[in-house]
């Protein structure tokens, strides 16, 4: 529809922080970094790597981080699982998987399959209406209170309605899901809460005045870091990542799948919802597809194609 659009004579501003997508559309290029320009040009004379090093600010070696990685126990076993959005749509419908201790699980899919839907109802966010779950050898349901309880943590893929206290400072947001540590029993000190969050701030490059600037008042993908900071400082063991890189530039999503590539080493069992399949193949170890709330099988993720994910999804 672009390319037609282009055609009738129509001029087109496309912002996007995946390469790929500019080198298939863009004639000429602009990059932005702290609201100011620092190269701009012909897209045929300049590589990808080049525009990399422009939006970071530093040489950076593109790709995806995926080291060598030994699956564990299982640690989450859903059967034919199905559930409900709360708005009288019945997702998931039929989700079956097993994720285990060391491994990165991708779930791939269209807009509106119930990828989302799927890590809510695991959560607790949604109800389970059929079908079995089991998490660390406990059967069942669970509110959202438990399962933080059980080390599951959640990156929620809306950031400003439920991944985030927007009113509240950093300093909140990122201890709010584990208080213990940050002061006697039953109290927390902002002394302990500043110097553990300053620590994520720097560990993650987030741009802020202080601790305790409220988190509404950042961009979007500082928004998204202090929700990942969060999960760092839970320290879960089960990191349910529903798009964890969405509107994060280029420098900061490395960091991200750096940390993902830890998490699983360290051996973290991650479940991660993205709307990118280049993503997906790069950082997951196995990946399955939904479409209209039902869960494929599995693939190695070296062993399929984003052709192939797309036509799953499509059916």
Known sequence: MIRELKATGIAILYI???LEEVEAIADRFSVLRDGKTVGSGALSGVSRQ???ELMAGRELLPGHVRSPRTPGEVVVELDDLSGADGRGTARPTAASLR???GEV??????LGSGRSELLRA????????????????QEGPRCPRARLAQGVGLLSEDRKEEGLAQK??????????RASGLGPPGLTLPSRMTRVTESLIARLGIRCRSAWQRAGELSGGNQQKVA??????????IVLLDEPTRGVDVHSRTQIYQIIDEWAKGGRAILMVSNHQPELIGVCDRIQVMRRGVLGPSHHAREVTEHELLSEAIG
């Open 50 to 52: 080049q525009l990399i």
């Open 99 to 101: 994720l285990h201790r």
């Open 228 to 237: 990942l900071a969060r999960l760092l400082h839970q320290d879960a063991d």
């Open 122 to 137: 695991i959560f607790g966010l949604a109800p389970i209406t059929a079908g079995r779950i089991r998490i660390k050898g």
């Open 105 to 110: 699980l991708g779930i791939a899919g269209l």
């Open 16 to 18: 996007s922080h995946f």
């Open 168 to 177: 509240l400072s950093l300093a909140d947001n990122v201890t709010l899901s």
